[in-house]
């Protein structure tokens, strides 16, 4: 009956701590991979992945966050979650004794407005441009070669995540995946992308895969207390501080 009271004012979505986030396997080469381990031999990573080069740009990586529309996603395919796209949402307080949000300040409320804000960070249009410009620059590299008309080059990309059975959630990945196949054809090069989807029972999806870069996309969240953000912000740093 949900759909019954969609519209009603009264009705109050609350959101949660966690906010769903694409992980990515940006190594691109195994030499970079290798020289991780190297450098950082308390992190395990898998040694026998082999990275993808397309997602050591950082124009790439771009063209994912600005590729899919989340408020179709969220709302408009499945109604059951709410649209968000910044890694901390507003749910996390600098100050509890005063009520004041992460996104309560000027600077907190200008990063929100400056990612594209009104439409959820999507852009489909400036996705497919920076897809093109990765393209282009990973061919000039020598990782790729262009494509033709007629056969178009393909890079394959696995994806991993755990829907734990939960039909909401598998809709919404095969959703994703179908926008960004869509947006990611280069009718320059020929380049076009194919994301193979596998399903992992939890936790193996992270010990196994997402946290040990044994994929190239994953599907993962992560939430801490709302009124202490600033060790959970810890979480997100390169050099793993947090001990995650």
Known sequence: ?????????????????????????????????????????????????????????????????????????QQGLVTRYIPEHMLIP?????????????????????????????????????????????????????????????DYQTIELMFTYSSSGNQYVQAVVNNIVEQYETIFVDDENYVNIDIIVHDIAFPSSYQ?????????LGLVGISGSILGPFNYLETFCDDNRSGF
């Open 90 to 150: 507003e749910t996390y307080f600098i100050d509890y004794y005063s009520g004041l949000s992460v996104r309560g300040t000027a600077v907190g409320k200008d990063v929100y407005d400056d990612f594209f804000f009104e439409n959820y960070g999507y852009s489909p249009a400036y996705a497919l441009q920076l897809f093109k410009h990765a393209v282009y620059m990973a061919i000039e590299d020598g990782y790729y070669v262009a494509g033709t008309e007629n």
């Open 1 to 73: 009956q949900i759909y019954d009271y969609l519209s009603d004012d009264r009705m109050i979505a609350i959101p949660q701590t966690t906010v769903w986030r694409m992980s990515m396997n940006s190594f691109g080469t195994e030499e970079n991979r290798d020289q991780y381990i190297l450098d950082h031999p308390d992190v395990y990573i898998n040694p026998n992945f082999v990275p993808e080069p397309i997602l050591m740009y950082k124009e790439m990586r771009q063209a994912f966050y600005l590729g899919i529309d989340r408020d179709f996603s």
């Open 208 to 216: 196994e895969y997402n946290q040990t870069a044994n994929t190239d």
